[in-house]
């Protein structure tokens, strides 16, 4: 028997017939469980057997994912294959996690080897202290948990993250933000389109679409192996060279406003000069708008999405790459209650970008209303 942590250099050719994988949460990457199935294809009857407690939605991303699946497939969202078995315990999303009457879906051994007493002690610390709290969720709870300010709720999320049909979508006008970032990073584009009643599809919800870009250099850093598993899956573009390719984006864009003709379009002016001159000597776009990046410009867009979110009003599109942008975010707020997302515990490799380029887009929407004096539907929205 060969024991591998998940820090442990991963080769192929370990020829496994069994497999099994505690603690998959802990896992930042997929390349451990990858490599040994891969390698069981000399197998006539290998297993894969994988056990986890909930964890942190950051740093447990692949298997976050493949519970979000399970999901699906217990539900007869998704097919999966006849020799894949889901067996999930867990509080159902509208639960209170401080309720004992609930406790036992997350432990179906209550009372036999996992104590009530145990857990009402671990509850009384954890109403106290975060640090319990956190651990009292994820270890006896099987609750997945974000960063400690995070901006929207997972469970909310996941009622408006959905695939749209982009085909239905053609030809209806929309927002665009953008953040470029830095040369050597992501960059991002988000297309809103906003309720519309004479639209067929979907007229009453704010729908949104993001597109990502990654130079081909940035595979060599911290977020290297997540994002080659985001361009293998599609959902991130790679550009060629060390530096991000603003020309690729731009005829990229060109091609989205032909599907999906841009109202206005609002741009951070960090880094994006040449791109905003050669975009507007194309003269596709009608409006073209640098947008501050300050919490007072972000915060009325910001809350719309939060909203729009909690009550369900809006769909967003969405993949492993859009839930890793949402995971990273967390708000930051001034004196005057303005707030923006921010990256979580302001670490670098927490990207954000194509919230940043969503916001953007929608603000590009309620600045136009705003402008044109329809402040009774703005002021409504925010009230909800």
């Known amino acids: 028997m060969k024991v591998l942590s998940a820090d442990a250099g991963i080769s192929d050719g370990l020829n496994p017939s069994l ?20 390698g069981m294809g000399m197998r006539k009857n290998p297993l894969v057997i994988t056990i986890s407690s909930g964890g942190y939605l950051m740093d447990g991303f692949p298997f976050y994912e493949r519970v979000q699946h399970a999901h699906r497939v217990l539900t007869g969202e998704n097919e999966d ?24 879906k997350a432990n179906p051994s209550l009372g036999e080897i996992v104590q009530t007493s145990f857990l009402f002690k671990r509850l009384k610390d954890a109403k106290t202290n975060m640090a319990t709290q956190t651990d009292f969720k994820i270890k006896n709870l099987d609750i997945f948990v974000t960063a400690k300010n995070i901006w929207l709720n997972p469970a909310n999320l996941d009622k408006v993250c959905t695939k749209l049909d982009m085909e239905k979508l053609k030809g209806e006008c929309c927002y665009a933000g953008c953040d470029l970032s830095s040369v050597g990073d992501l960059a991002s584009i988000a297309l809103c389109w906003p309720p519309n009643e004479y639209r067929e599809y979907y007229p009453d919800k704010y729908l949104f679409k993001i597109f990502t870009w990654v130079p081909q250099a940035a595979l060599e850093s911290s977020n290297g192996a997540l994002y080659e598993q985001f361009i293998h899956m599609g959902i991130l573009k790679m550009t060629s060279g060390n530096s991000i390719d603003y020309d690729e984006i731009l005829r990229d864009l060109v091609e989205l406003n032909n599907d999906y003709p841009i109202v206005r379009f609002m741009y951070d002016e960090w880094n994006a000069t040449s791109f905003i001159q050669n975009l507007s000597a194309m003269n596709i776009i009608q409006v073209v708008e640098p947008m501050s990046q300050s919490l007072g410009s972000f915060n009325r867009g910001t809350k719309h999405i939060e909203i729009s979110v909690n009550n369900e009003q809006c769909l967003i599109d969405s993949n492993p790459l859009v839930r890793f942008f949402f995971n990273n975010c967390e708000l930051k707020y001034d004196s005057f209650g303005n707030c923006k997302p921010v990256k979580a515990n302001g670490m670098i490799n927490k990207k954000i970008d194509g919230i940043i380029a969503m916001i953007q887009a929608v603000s590009g929407y309620l600045f136009e209303q705003l402008f044109s004096g329809n402040m009774e539907v703005i002021n409504l929205d925010m009230r909800n």
Not at 21 to 33: C, G, I, R
Not at 83 to 100: A, G, H
Request: glycine share 0%; charged share 30%; proline share 2%.
């Open 81 to 104: 294959s006849d020799d894949m078995l889901y067996i999930l315990f867990e509080m159902d999303p509208d639960d209170d996690w401080t309720d004992s009457n609930c406790w036992v």
């Open 19 to 38: 497999a099994l994988l505690d603690e998959q949460h802990a896992s930042k990457t997929d390349d451990m469980y990858q490599v040994l199935k891969s």
